[in-house]
DNA sequence: CTGTCCATGTAAGGCGTTACATGATTGT
DNA sequence: ACAATCATGTAACGCCTTACATGGACAG
């Protein structure tokens, strides 16, 4: 539901082949939303038989041939309709949390080792994140209505993965200390 | 995998069957990972081929039988190998994100509309978490080195999901203000 | 001459959910 | 009378990933 919602919205901006769509996905949502090109080329085929989508062929010289998709009527209204109403909430699934919680099978030394090696981690995707604001800068150059509230809900996006980045630093300095000192 | 070892995770600490492992998830981590019995079955098959647990089948009267697996030698470090290694970290995954990335379709009261909705949504969920954290009072009873080790774990659990809702809570806010004054 | 870009796909499998089937016992 | 609890599973399907196949153009 998510992926062909997501493939909707980028032909809203113009026509694509799965090719294309999967660069787009990696230069502007990849921090929030990975996709592979098999599950792309199969997702534009199912929005095709529904009729969302339609596609054209492109012969090309010294290329491979290009298939190209773009947005039907309903296909538009399909979207619209999927971004107005309220998502029911996903809840939490951390494989990870699962360790935590039958954490206290191990000793308080690598107990910590596990939190110190997430946080570690987790620092480094939030350094790449950093980097994804940069793309957004470059792309901002206008200063109509539509380029400020689309670049607008990108760095909501990114925020909201800095936020969630930031939490968890934090909750994990916490939890370092007190695995510390954890009665054996 | 997670499900796998979080199975040989409740079966550490006494024999179990399907059904009772069922419970056990709803009552502990629900809060974090949620499952089904037939899918809880289909892992225990899965894990008595490969040795780490073993079954044997208790008859009962006025009630079905019951099929009880135990952890076996290999199944217990097995857990503890999984334990001890940080696990890669998986990447945000939120459908509704895309929602947001492509929301300046939208107008801004639509926006605001699902912002809000997402807010009432999440402050329930809180609600709910703070339940969770009676149950764990109640259990804590003892005072023994291990029980004060495992309420830990537990209750760590908790406050990661409490500090995660209690941040997009915070950037719900943010959002809404700023969503309000989009240009149109 | 090795690798990357262009471009489209197939096949297989893992993880997970929903719906369905069965049937006695106990509580409201 | 009706629903919940106890207890085990099967079947079908959806979403997603990994590995594989193909082959010309172009850059280092």
Redesign the pocket.
């Known amino acids: 539901?998510?992926?062909s919602n997501a493939i909707l919205g980028f032909l809203s901006y113009q026509p694509m082949?799965?090719?294309?769509l999967k660069?787009v996905f990696d230069e502007s949502i990849q921090h929030f939303w990975?996709?592979?090109?098999?599950?792309i080329?199969?997702e534009l085929d199912g929005l095709e038989e529904r009729g969302l989508v339609a596609s054209r062929a492109i012969e090309?010289e010294?290329?491979?041939?290009?298939?190209?998709f773009s947005l039907t009527a309903e296909g538009r209204t399909a979207l619209l309709e999927w971004l107005a109403a309220p998502l029911p909430l996903e809840r939490i699934?951390e494989?990870w949390l699962i360790q935590i919680f039958f954490a206290h099978h191990l000793s308080n030394e690598q107990i910590v080792n596990l939190l110190r090696a997430r946080r570690a981690a987790l620092a480094q995707k939030l350094a790449e994140l950093e980097q994804v604001d940069g793309i957004i800068q470059q792309r901002k150059a206008g200063h109509s209505a539509e380029q400020v509230r689309t670049a607008a809900m990108w760095q909501a996006t990114l925020s909201y993965g800095h936020a969630h980045y930031q939490a968890e630093l934090n909750w994990l300095d916490g939890m370092i200390q007190r695995a510390e000192t954890l009665p054996e």
Chains 1, 2 share one sequence.
């Open positions: 539901m998510s992926l082949s799965g090719y294309d660069k990975s996709t592979t090109q098999s599950h080329y199969k090309q010294g290329k491979p041939n290009r298939k190209e699934r494989g």
